[in-house]
């Protein structure tokens, strides 16, 4: 029985699932509702509209992940047969229920969702990643970079959604202080870009530690289709826009940081320059699949930049 929930929970990726669902607590309530409350306003996205929401993209996310190791076991006992279970610990036929579940339960989410918030767009919104995912695991993954973007996308999608479901407040904001307004769209945006840079780096430093298997299916992604030269420059040049933009945004609000803010300003920029040299030196594929997950932590390191900044 334990070795059946330590595989489930390999197949969901249930760490993946828990920085996502961290995530969006994370920005509901240190960016919009302090903020919101600041003002005396009132942060629509209460406990039950953002339990709804993190229920809703962790299931939908959930599923994504089933179908990606159902359409990937071929590839997978090339790279790393430990990490799917699929056709092991859990029968293919398990795999498409279990998929289903966690879809069909995403989209009564949605649909609950919308209700409560009174926004069809919203139910539009949410749905809308089954069909990438979709054609991702199916399609745009073994396309060049295509797979990579959707991917990062819908990592930003996390974040970018939360002002969406506040946007009434955030109006009524806009009428008693613009200032504020803009800047916390201006603290959305680049943490939303911020989470697609990552993503899309690490997505890319994958490939690189799966290109053996993913050449043999004739897949063609970046890591295939270039030398390691044209790659590794790719990612370098990514992890030198994350940190331009790091220091950028920081140092025109820099009177917006508290003190500790500032110190850890300069623990995430010390750890952007550490992937950086990592990613220089990364030659085979355990040094591309380190660098994945120090890229994982790495991320919710940025995120966490955010309980530091006064609005």
């Known amino acids: ?33 302090d903020t919101l409350h600041r003002f005396g306003l009132v942060n629509p996205i209460d406990n039950e509209v953002l339990l709804s929401l993190v229920c809703c993209t962790v299931c939908i996310t959930a599923g994504g992940n089933i179908m990606n190791d159902l359409v990937d076991v071929r590839i997978d006992q090339i790279n790393q047969k430990s990490r799917n279970k699929i056709g092991e610990s859990i029968s293919v036929r398990t795999g498409w229920v ?7 339960l995403g989209t009564i989410l949605a649909i609950d969702l919308a209700d409560q918030t009174r926004r069809t767009s919203i139910y539009f919104m949410l749905l809308s990643p089954v069909v990438m995912l979709i054609a991702y ?9 295509l797979g990579n973007l959707i991917v990062s996308l819908l990592c930003s999608l996390v974040i970018l959604i939360i002002p969406l479901l506040a946007q009434e407040a955030l109006n009524d904001l806009y009428l008693l202080d613009k200032r504020s307004y803009y800047f916390v769209w201006n603290l959305t945006l680049i943490f939303a870009a911020f989470a697609f840079l990552t993503t899309l780096l690490r997505e890319i430093v994958k490939d690189m530690e799966d290109r053996d298997g993913d050449i043999v299916v004739g897949m063609k992604t970046l890591a295939t289709s270039a030398g390691n030269h044209v790659v590794k420059s790719f990612m370098i040049l990514i992890s030198l826009v994350i940190i331009v933009s790091i220091i950028t945004f920081s140092t025109l609000w820099w009177h917006h940081l508290i003190a500790q803010g500032k110190i850890y300003f300069i623990a995430l920029i010390a750890s952007s320059l550490l992937i950086m040299f990592y990613l220089v030196r ?30």
């Open 1 to 33: 029985m334990s070795s059946l929930v330590v595989a489930l929970a390999k197949l969901i990726r249930l760490p993946n699932l828990l920085i996502v669902a961290f995530t969006q607590w994370l920005f509901n309530h240190y960016l919009f509702t």
């Open 98 to 104: 279990l998929y289903l579940i966690f879809t069909v």
């Open 137 to 145: 695991n199916y399609w745009l993954k073994r396309t060049f970079v």
């Open 282 to 311: 990364a030659s085979s594929k355990a040094d591309f699949g380190r660098l994945s997950t120090w890229l994982k932590f790495y991320i919710m390191q940025g995120l966490l930049y955010i309980t530091f900044w006064n609005i």
